[in-house]
């Protein structure tokens, strides 16, 4: 869409360009030079995940990215078990496979396991597949 | 017309507590030392007693963009190691005797600054001089560390590029609330802003959020007082010296009127026709 418009109106303003990475930058900056912030945030966030379905904690990443024109919190979380029935039933999809799937991946100690994706694949490139939208390709 | 070294500095009323400010931006070549001779002599025209410090060890300037390199034979190291006093090694100069240098050591290195000693000779010069303005070397390391500890309040000089505003977020974030940084944007270039190809003030600060204390647009002039060793601001007329004695009176408290309130794109042209005075 943007990419239409760029075509439309011609190339944007090099400024407007300079403001967006700027912007970008400089958040991912903030975050690197606010190390116990993120700690904090990756706690908080780990518990509020938690609350729902039984994790692997020592397991868990989160890290930031930037992509095309966002700063995006990446976060592979393996799920043990899902403990509670339909602890928080809000809507979200958390099929029973996938946790048992996870079990089974962070079972292996070799694998640094992908189990389930939270937010966006970090690896893809593509990247912009919107959150959850690949259950399964872990494997 | 003013006799050199041997003048001794005022030594007397120790009671004076001058404000010691120094001149910052992280990123090198954005205009900093000319910033600091400018303002020197901005403040000096009104009146103020100045000291400026090169703290810029090894790579010393200030005092050839002041005209003064054939008059230092002393430096900062000199004083701060003891072996000479600082009224022998200050440079009055030529054209305001109110306003004094401290030049840098030119063939010494930075970490060979005693932060600690550093810190009491600004103490000391502030109570001789209404000011003491310190250029910053570039960087974030020791030498910005001693440039910094005898300041209590901060001017960051930011050109509208990507890098430096970077590095004045950085700076900024490494110095913190205590020296209340405000905001210089050097070398801004209306007719760029225009087109939409260069940052504007109001693009810089929308990410740094300091207060604006001015602007100085990207002039000619300025590289040919440069090369001549006469800071554009000691000239009577002229939009950019009007701009720097506008920041020198925003730094001495007056009320300069609105050139740094936040302004739409589209007003930016007034304001900084407004900030330049009447001289277009």
Redesign the interface.
Known sequence: MIEFFRKLFGPT????T??E???L??MT??LS?APDMIEQMKRDFIDVIAKYVEVDRDKIEINFEQQDKALAMLANVPILAVNRNGGGGDGKKREEPEAVEAAAATGSPATPALPRRRRRKKSAPAAVAPSNASPAPAG | MHEVQPEPVPTAQPAKRGRAIVITSGKGGVGKTTTTANLGHALAARGCSVALIDADVGLRNLDIVLGLESRVKHNLLDVLDGTVELDDAIVRDKHNASLVLLAAAQTREKDEVDTEKMKALVERMREHYDYVIIDCPAGIEGGFKNAVVGADEAIVVCTP??SA??DV??VV?LLGNKFRPQLIVNRLRPAL?K??????VE?VN??LRLPLLGVIADEPEIIVTTNRGEPIALRKDGATAAAYHAIAAKIAGEDVAAPTVEIKETGFFGRLGAMFGGAK
């Open positions: 303003n090099s400024s407007q300079a403001k990475r700027l912007r930058v400089l900056d903030h030079l | 590029e990507v505003v970077r977020d950085r974030g802003v087109k939409g190809k260069m940052l504007s693009d929308a990410i």
